[in-house]
């Protein structure tokens, strides 16, 4: 709900609050006195705006901190009436009545312990954002539209609209009085925060409230003000049933059950974000909020939540644990033993001021922002309206239904379009295709002549029986006219047998497939050139083809990243590796651009002609890399030409391979590497091990890379890669092995 970045250490989870009366209890008494003087003036207003005893917020708001703070999950949560309930509330009294509301709390209090104890808590963070947000606005415009009145001298009509119908009389014939009183307490609470520090000792609301109270005492001003019954501890409230209208009943218990249990639950989500100790258990929560509601409705309160205003308040105030929440509840209470009288002096336009505030704060401006970058601002909008022109539940109900469409919209969308492929075309598909596409992908079919080469690529998460058996009668239709059609899928074959119109519906029975970018030419390449190529149209060679796959989808993708490298040249690592076609670096690394200062040739060899040696002067004394590889492999074609004798006719080769000399001395006179403590099988592998070795010793010998060495600036690592298994291994100098690098970390620095 709110999510400031600041965060504070908490004790460890296991000290109980008891145990605070040393370090604890001294934040927790003064972060206690702060929300109960935040608590008071909105507990009051709340009760107001919902049409309740003014009492009733009060007694919420002792037993929501007792209750709620004693069982509930979330230690640091302060529970309470809250602003988002005021609408259902209101509704809930103008149908049954206040006993019949105290028993709907009741039984909703029950219904969140039947939740709690079935560990379902976690669902309700299931509810997408831009409902809550839209509920929460929907209930902020209906008590402005509401309060508005209240501050002008009339009273509240029965609905949203009617208020807002009747706002241009309201305004015509204002209260004077009521309105300065309303005024005084709206300025207060929107210039508070900018006052210096010493002067904002006491919270906005209490401030605004005692301000405008003053105002009136002093100049002696008769407003309508809070009714407050004499003896405030005297409760003779019995909750009861109706005397019909069941359905409506119930209802309105699912409703107070779910919307306070989402809300209790969002807000202690939320609350978590503001500290660093131990995290809410959302179902003990929601079961410490049962009880609390349980009690409330028993003794004549207002139906609990979790509020995120005390909430926040209690965290930045300081508090430690939940002592905080429970004695903010034992302030509450003194205050309406021995200064309830001080109630009676408030004026209602200056809790109406209040209320407006609280209203306007529920349309959060940043809210709207963030539901608008996630594409879920017609949700929220759906929300916000359905709320103030019907009501609560409906609002919920109409705002769930876009959701559910909006999502079906996202899932089953598909991107078709048809462009230009060398002398054929290319139809690509991305998305899921079903038949809500087939009008779209009809059109575009339509649009290839007869007879031609056509690519149909597919990229779908999805394919449904109506779109296979439309893209499987046009390849037909095509193929019949002379065309060819080469389809080319990314991810789960499901048109992989489309022409003789057996789809490929269960992932088990596709070979799983290799993301392009990851498989070599050799298969995607083969398996997307069809069996028909007609003789005016050869095959393009693979690096044409991938260099068109790079532009036609990779491009786009890396753009961003290129850019923001076109003038940094800043590589962490050199990586030194053969010329091996098998061997990715950036793929075994999980490396990308930047990331590599990649030297390649012929067996991994550092050699003596420079050229290896003028990269790593570059690398490590400008570049300012702070890693050097050297990785070998297996199968080594160098390595086997060692081994076992040059091919005829390559003195090129046979001078370069002189670079290994130092390779064969210690393969011939040192013990043998290991892989995971096994000696390799094969003896080039054996001796592609050694090869590492040598090669790092003699970079060690490079004045550069000594250099950084002896300044600790610079590690050496020797890496070798198994082609078969597809697995990294690093060499760890004080064992001699090289082990598995998921494990490993016993880099070679030497």
Known sequence: ???????????????????????????????????????????????????????????????????????????????????GLTVIVAETIERFGWTTTC?????????????????????????????????????????????????????????????????????????????????????????????????????????????????TVVTGLTLDRVDVPGNLLHLELVPTFPDGDWTGFVLAVITIALVASVESLLSAVAVDKLHAGPRANLDRELM????????????????????????STNVASGARTRAAAVLHAVWILLFVVFLSGLLREIPLAALAGLLVYIGAKLVDLGRIREVRQHGDLLVYLATLLGVVAIDLMYGVLIGLGVAVLLTLRRLLWSGIRAERDGDGWRIVVEGALSALSIPRLSSVLGTIPAGGMVTLELVVDYLDHAAFETLSSWQQAHERGGGTVVVEELGHPWFAHGKAGNPTVHKSAARRAVPRWFAPWSEWQRATAGPVVPPQRSAPPSVLRGTAEYERNVARLMRPTLRRLADAHAPSTMFLACGDARIVPNVITSSGPGDLFTVRNLGNLVGTDGSVAAAAEFAVGTLGVRE???????????????????????????????????????????????????????????????????????????????????????????????????????????????????????????
């Open 1 to 83: 709900m709110i999510e400031p970045s600041s965060g504070q250490d908490l004790p460890p989870p296991r000290r109980r609050w008891p145990s605070c009366a040393g370090n604890n209890l001294k934040h927790d008494l003064p972060a206690s006195l702060v929300v109960f003087l935040v608590a008071v003036p909105l507990s009051l207003g709340i009760a107001f705006a919902s049409g309740a005893p003014i009492v009733a917020g009060l007694t919420a708001a002792v037993v929501g901190g007792v209750v709620a703070g004693f069982l509930g999950g979330a230690p640091l949560q302060v529970s309470g009436p809250a602003a």
């Open 103 to 215: 028993a709907i709390t009741v039984l909703a209090g029950a219904v969140q312990l039947l939740l709690g104890a079935s560990r379902v808590a976690r669902a309700a963070l299931a509810i997408s954002p831009a409902i809550v947000h839209g509920m929460l606005a929907g209930i902020g415009v209906t008590i402005v539209l509401a309060q508005v009145h209240v501050i002008l001298g009339g009273d509240t009509q029965t609905s949203p609209v009617a208020n807002l119908v009747e706002l241009p009389a309201q305004l015509a014939g204002f209260d004077r009085a009521a309105a300065a009183v309303g005024v005084v307490t709206l300025a207060v609470l929107l210039l508070w925060g900018r006052l210096p520090a010493r002067v904002r000792v006491l919270p906005g609301p209490l401030a605004a409230v005692l301000c405008a109270t003053v105002l």
């Open 288 to 311: 410490g909020q049962g009880a609390a509601n349980l009690a409330s409705g028993a003794l004549g309160g207002l139906p609990v939540t979790g509020v995120i205003v005390r909430s």
């Open 628 to 750: 050097v590889v050297v990785c070998g492999h297996s199968s080594c074609g160098a390595m086997k030409a060692l081994v076992s004798g040059l091919p005829a006719g390559t003195p090129a080769l046979e001078s370069w391979l002189r670079h290994a000399t130092p390779s064969l001395d210690r393969f011939g006179t040192r013990p043998h590497p290991t892989i995971e403590g096994h000696v390799p099988a094969a003896e080039w592998d054996r001796l592609a091990l050694h090869n590492v070795l040598a090669q790092l010793d003699r970079l060690r010998t490079q004045p550069t890379v000594a250099t950084a060495l002896a300044a600790g600036r610079l590690r050496l690592i020797g890496m070798y890669f198994d082609v078969a298994a597809a697995r990294v291994y690093l060499h760890d100098p004080a064992t001699g092995d090289f082990g598995p690098a998921s494990v490993h970390t016993g880099h070679s620095v030497d």
